[in-house]
């Protein structure tokens, strides 16, 4: 049997039996912005910039996503997680965001180390990112995940991320 916390595909049958519940953070990126609809309804967007006769500037989330500890490979010459330049909104443009308090509960810091080249990745203080069928942030000295992510990159990427209530 598997672990209703190990496929999110489980977790949305067991919250449609009667199960846990679950906050839902999605990502969209669109035509026109990466937009994040937080669970509170509150919308946090990054607008694709497009100029006549240039190519489109697609908004570069990494350093954001470095400070948060969820990027799609360890932090390579972006910040980590407790860097003291995460501190800045310019770089981390989550800073003070509803996306950030969503990722409350998976707090990485120390060393990142990615365990596969899939993107599963394990931080010094414990933390660990599994990406197996959709992807699992699991806290330091936990079994289970906090947050579990599905990845649909039809008409363009799209993310569920599902916290336990």
């Avoid at 679950?22 to 026109?32: E, I, S, V």
């Avoid at 596969?116 to 330091?140: C, E, K, V």
Wanted: charged share 20%; hydrophobic share 35%.
């Amino acid at each position: 049997m598997v672990p209703v916390k190990h496929s999110l595909s489980l977790a949305l049958l067991c919250v449609a039996c009667g199960g846990p519940e679950f906050d839902a953070l999605t990502r969209a990126d669109t035509n026109d912005a990466i937009v994040f609809t937080c669970p509170s309804g509150e919308v946090v967007s990054f607008p694709i910039v497009r100029e006549t006769g240039m190519p489109q500037t697609i908004p570069d989330l990494a350093e954001s996503e470095g400070c948060l500890g969820v990027g799609a490979m360890c932090p390579d010459g972006t910040p980590s997680p407790g860097d003291a330049m995460c501190d800045d909104a310019n770089v981390n443009r989550f800073r003070g965001t509803c996306v950030e308090s969503f990722f409350s509960c998976y707090q990485p810091s120390g060393t990142c180390t990615d365990v596969d080249t899939n993107g599963s990745q394990s931080w010094s203080s414990g933390d660990r990112f599994a990406l197996d069928i959709g992807g699992q942030f699991i806290p330091a000295g936990a079994d289970t995940s906090c947050i579990l992510v599905e990845y649909d990159f039809g008409n363009g990427e799209s993310r569920i991320y599902l916290r336990e209530r």
